[in-house]
Each structure stands twice: as structure tokens, then as C-alpha cells.
């Protein structure tokens, strides 16, 4: 499984951006999808993932109530909508993918190369 995250930039604190990760997979209604983020220094961690029937959500502390992920099977994407933005959101942005709903929030097998977002004060 490739997957191809975009939608990444340079925006202000407060504002709002909108990121995409596209599957090669045809069966992607068939695996469970997470966002995942990486700030320089520190290790990745979790911020969201969803079940392939889009329930299932789950949001880590730093996120809830901001940020808000989704999928449309149909165009094998997920999305990760981030709203009131803060500088200590600035990382890489990682989309992820497992079939086996026990790895996806901690190590799931497949990755993409990641999209910057850096949040000015």
C-alpha cells in the first residue's frame, strides 16, 4: 500500500488546513487509516485515526475538538481537517494504514513520506 499525503504549508496561528493522504490500494475501505505527526526533537506521535466504515474515531488530547478526520472510500482518501491552528502543531505530518485494527494506532505497517506544516505565532 502507497500512500501519498498533500495539502501541507506555511499558515498563521488561528488559521485552518486541510490535509489529504491518497491510497494505491484498491481495497482501501478494507484497512483502518491514522494521521500520525513528527516536530523536530521529539518522536512521533498519534494525533487521529478512523475505521473503515468511518466510525471508530479516536483523537489524541493535543488535537480534540480542532482537528477532525474523515474518509471517501470511493476516492481511497483520508483527511485530516486542522482548524485553530497553534505553532506547537508545526510538524511533519505522516497518514498510516493498517489492516488489523490493533496496529493502527501504534504501529501500523504502512506509511507515507509525510507533508510539513509550520504554524507561525
Known amino acids: 500500500v502507497q500512500l501519498v499525503e498533500s495539502g501541507g504549508g506555511l499558515v498563521q496561528a488561528g488559521d485552518s488546513l486541510r490535509l489529504s493522504c491518497v491510497a494505491s490500494t484498491p481495497i482501501f475501505s478494507n484497512y483502518f487509516m491514522a494521521w500520525f505527526r513528527q516536530a523536530p526533537g521529539k518522536e512521533r506521535e498519534f494525533v487521529a485515526r478512523?475505521?473503515?466504515?468511518?466510525?471508530?474515531?479516536s483523537y489524541s488530547d493535543a488535537v480534540l475538538g480542532r482537528f477532525t478526520i474523515s474518509r471517501v472510500n470511493a476516492k481511497r482518501t483520508v483527511y485530516l481537517q486542522m482548524n485553530s491552528l497553534k505553532p506547537e502543531d508545526t510538524a511533519v505530518y505522516y497518514c498510516a494504514a493498517s489492516a488489523n485494527f490493533a496496529t493502527i494506532d501504534t504501529r501500523p505497517p504502512y506509511w507515507g513520506q509525510g507533508t510539513q506544516v509550520t504554524v507561525s505565532s
Open positions: 478512523i475505521a473503515w466504515n468511518g466510525d471508530w474515531l
